[in-house]
Every structure is written in C-alpha cells, then in structure tokens.
C-alpha cells in the first residue's frame, strides 16, 4: 500500500486543502481499517482458480458471486482496470519524474522510460515474481524514508505543537491561519483529506481484495486483520511523518508533490535530505507501479479472458512514459475520478455481505479462544 500517495499525496492534500486535510485523512483511516477488513475476508471467501493455476479475487467476483449482480461487477472490473492503467502509472511516474528532475536534473521523459523499462522486467513474471519483488522493497523503502521523516519532524521539534495546532485549527477553522491559507475552506479539507487518504491507503476502492485473494492462508480473517494493518501503517504512520515533515520545517506554504517534502527534509538534511526523497519516490512508486499492474490484468481478465495479460503488459508501461510528462493536479484528478468510481461500486458489495465477514470474524476468533487452539499452537 506504501506508494507515492504518502509523500506526493500528502503534500498536494496540504497544498490545496490546507492542513487540516491530515485530520479528515486520520478520520478515513479510523473507518478505512474496518472497510478494508471486510474487502479483504471477502476477496479470500470468493477467489476463484485461474486456468494457469494462480488464484484471483477482489470486487468483481463477491459481486457477481457473493450478490448475484454480474453487470456490477463487470462494471466495477472496468473501474479499476481504469484506475489502474490511466491513473497509477500516471501519478506514480509523475511524482518519481518530479523528484528525479528536482534533485538529479534528469528530463521527466527520460525518468519515464527508465521507469518503463525496469517496471516491465518485473511484471511479465506474473503475481509470483511481483509478490518478491514487493517483499524485497517494501521493509527497505519504509525504514529509510521513515528515518529521514523522524530526523526532518525532530530537528524541527520545538515546532511539533504548532504543527498539531495547524493541523487541528485548519479542520475546522482554516480562515484562522491566516497567511497562505487565504480561501481555504473546511469543505477544501475535508475534500482533499479524504481524496488523498483514499488514494493512498486504498480503503474502500476494493483493490485490497484483489492483492491480498491470491495469499496462502485458510483463514480469511487473519488476512483481513493484516489489511486493516496495512491502512494503519499506510496513514497513521507513514502519512502523518509526511505531513509533520513539512508542516514543522515551513516548507508545507510553498511547492506541492514531492517538491515539498524534498523542501522539508533539505532543510533539515542539506542535500542529503533531497536524495532520501528522490530515492524513497523511485521505490515507493515502483513498488506500487509493478502491485498496481496486476490489478489490471485480473480486472481485464474479468472482463475479457487471460489473453489480454500480455498485451496489456505494454499498455500499462506506454502509460508510465507519458504519466512522467504530464502536469501535477492533472495527474491526480485522474486518480481521484476513479477512485471515487471504484468505491460507490464496491461499498455495494462491501455493505451488502458485511454479515459474512462478520460471521467469519467472529468464528475466527472463537477458534482463537479455545483450548484446543492454544495447546496446538
């Protein structure tokens, strides 16, 4: 889930929502981690077996199997398939372009075809070589961007109570921070909060129960326990370092994207600072941009059978060359369009089988409380 959304996606929330949008993406994630919970117990319970052996799941199939709604589900597959192949690629390039271009001078073309190129290596191994990959990166590109975050808010943190004061004040009163926020509005922050915490944790769109379907565990459950996780770690934690980041150093009143938190951690970090975000970008974004892929092809084979899964390969990285080239705010309403789709879509699925994960939940953890389960663990 760890993507540019927690850096690019921060900032631009704080950029034309104003601090308080941190809060509304804090109030997303409170309820996103029951959301995805179910999304996720819901994906394991209605995966189904692929011809090549693979397991698939996610919206599409406890929508038309789960509901009976099969015009939803087809409907809800071309949604995310949207998503997938004319947003990601376009925001994640974009955000690595930018950093790449701020702190390297590399041509935002240039950073795109790299992207492209080592993105495709991986993809065209399928969900396996995906699966490796991710675990690879994923510990790495956390620890790292989560120390210079740590560095940036403490180095700065006789400005930690300000901080919280902008965040909080901004809310519900953003007129009162006078300054830069002249025209910000409480409906601005609420509406770039929940924009950009969706993007970046995912909660709700259903895209959680496509990657977590194919997981090797018979209780679903503790899967979704590990999908609530992840929206946790996802916003509370890395979210929030972001936005203390940038709130504490000043650098939140000028710049967006990852121009501002690269601003953030220069000031604290002389040069160093720039580097640790240009790096996290790269990974972060690749890392989304090679899990994002696969969201594709399970949409589209949904829709249209397996054969597609190579062709839309070239697709998908023909999209990551012209993602880097386009402007900021362009990139991200793309996003939050088809996020916005994808969830009014899916929450029919969600609320109309919350009973099943209820049930599966609470027969888990039964099992949890008995004896026999703690003599055998």
Not at 77 to 106: H, R, V, Y
Not at 244 to 262: F, N
Request: proline share 4%; charged share 10%.
């Amino acid at each position: 889930m760890v993507g540019n959304g927690n850096i690019a996606g921060v900032c631009t929330s704080i950029a034309m929502g104003g601090p308080g949008a941190v809060f509304w993406m804090w109030v997303l994630a409170a309820v996103g981690m029951a959301t995805k919970m179910v999304e996720v117990i819901l994906g394991h319970k209605f995966r189904r077996i692929m011809p090549d052996g693979s397991m698939a799941g996610g919206p599409m199939y406890y929508l038309r199997d789960g509901l009976h709604l099969p015009w939803l589900a087809g409907t809800y597959a071309l949604f995310m398939a949207g998503k997938a192949t004319f947003a990601t690629t376009i925001i994640q390039s974009n955000s690595i372009a930018l950093a790449m271009q701020s702190e390297l001078g590399l041509k935002p073309w240039m950073a795109g075809l790299g992207l492209a190129f080592i993105t495709w290596l991986v993809i065209v191994g399928g969900i396996r070589s995906i699966g490796r990959v991710t675990e690879f990166l994923s510990p790495i590109m956390v620890v790292f961007y989560v120390l210079g975050g740590l560095f940036t808010i403490f180095y700065f943190y006789d400005r930690i109570p300000e901080a919280v004061s902008l965040i909080f004040v901004g809310a519900f009163k953003p007129s009162a921070l006078g300054g830069g926020m002249v025209g910000a509005t409480v409906a601005r922050a609420i509406r770039y909060g929940l924009a950009r915490g969706s993007y970046s944790n995912e909660a709700g769109t259903g895209t959680a129960a496509v990657l977590h379907a194919p997981s090797r565990t018979a209780e679903p459950a503790r899967q979704g326990f590990l999908g609530a996780l992840d929206v946790f770690i996802d916003t509370m934690v890395i979210c929030t370092i972001t936005a203390l980041a940038v709130l504490t150093s000043g650098a939140w009143t000028h710049g967006t994207s990852t121009e501002m938190t690269a601003n953030a951690f220069n000031l604290a970090l002389p040069v160093a600072g720039g580097i640790i975000v240009a790096a996290s970008s790269f990974l972060f974004g690749y890392s989304s941009l090679i899990a994002v892929s696969y969201y594709g092809k399970i949409a589209l084979s949904f829709l249209l059978g397996p054969w597609i899964h190579k062709p839309y390969n070239w697709i998908y990285c023909l999209f990551i060359i012209v993602g880097a080239t386009l402007e900021v705010e362009a990139a991200w309403s793309v996003g939050d369009m088809f996020n916005g789709l994808m969830a009014i879509t899916n929450l029919v699925g969600v609320v109309g089988l919350s009973g099943l994960a209820v049930r599966t939940v609470r027969l888990y953890l039964q099992k949890l409380d008995s004896p026999d389960t703690l003599v055998s663990s």
